[in-house]
């Protein structure tokens, strides 16, 4: 468990050294561009921790199954914390590009959505007694928000925003200088192994804490000291 | 250093960003940590009490 913790440390470093000193500044935007260091790694994986939860809660409610609840409770507030993040940095950088903090555009707004279920799931969870039934509860929650992962995701081509389009493509490539584009992969799996490691720890907790009364937390060595 | 720290003017934009975000990413484990260390303490707090409960009672063993 801990090598998620020691891989992410590794490639944040190396993505910062890469972001800050290999990559030009660049042509438009100068020195102001390296916040998309931090941005994009930051708005991609609030997407996807939210489909990972999505993941989980189809299989709690299909199989019914005790662990899948817990992963949903220990990836909800990382998931919170990087959409939070994408809007905050999102803020720092379109103040001096586009000279406001914040506009009600398609992808920012659909990014706030996310914010906010995020947070709801977190509420509706915590406020249910019985952790089962809030898992159920919760879970449907989830599952009907993921609606919006493709609206953020596509918000950029289907509405008319002052949000920049994609500038990498699984089709047509990458339109940005290679070792911005490499600096930014590695940023991003690094936040991916720091939100694996992080989960991971959490969950632990949270399996304890739902599984007290039982004979194999009792007789756990880190509880009988 | 000064240079690098000047961001090209973009200094508060750019500080501003990775700052949050290193704050964020350094308290969240610290929250984790503590988290975990309270869940233990709690749990074998439980876990004591209510083996006390069944030495008193073994009738009431779970």
């Keep these: 468990m801990p090598w998620f913790s020691v891989i992410s440390v590794i490639l944040i470093l190396i993505g910062l050294y890469m972001g800050f000193f290999v990559a030009p500044a660049d042509y438009k935007q100068g020195e102001g561009y390296r916040i998309i260091f931090v941005h994009v790694p930051a708005s991609w994986m609030s997407m996807f921790i939210y489909l990972v939860m999505a993941f989980w809660a189809i299989l709690g409610v299909v199989f019914n199954t005790r662990v899948s609840g817990m992963m949903v409770q220990a990836l909800a507030p990382t998931g919170a914390m990087f959409t939070f993040l994408a809007l905050w940095t999102g803020a720092f950088w379109g103040k001096p590009m586009w000279g406001a903090w914040w506009v009600w555009d398609a992808r920012l707004t659909s990014e706030l959505i996310l914010f906010f279920l995020y947070i709801g799931y977190i509420a509706l969870h915590s406020s249910i007694d019985d952790n089962r039934r809030a898992d159920r509860a919760s879970a449907i929650l989830v599952l009907v928000g993921v609606v919006n992962i493709p609206i953020i995701y596509y918000s950029v081509k289907w509405w008319n925003t002052l949000h920049q389009g994609a500038s990498i493509s699984l089709k047509s490539g990458s339109s940005m200088a290679s070792t911005m584009l490499i600096a930014m992969l590695i940023m991003t799996l690094g936040f991916w192994a720091y939100s694996i490691a992080i989960a991971l720890a959490r969950v632990r907790s949270i399996i304890l804490e739902r599984e007290r009364d039982t004979r194999w937390v009792s007789e756990l060595p880190e509880i009988n000291q | ?62």
């Design chain 2, 1 to 62: 250093m000064k240079e690098f720290l000047n961001m090209g003017g973009y200094a508060l934009y750019v500080w501003g960003s990775f700052g949050m975000t290193a704050l964020l990413m350094l308290v969240e484990p610290l929250l984790v940590h503590s988290r975990r260390k309270t869940t233990l303490r709690r749990v074998s707090r439980l876990v004591r009490s209510k083996s006390a409960q069944s030495l008193k009672n073994p009738s009431a063993n779970i």
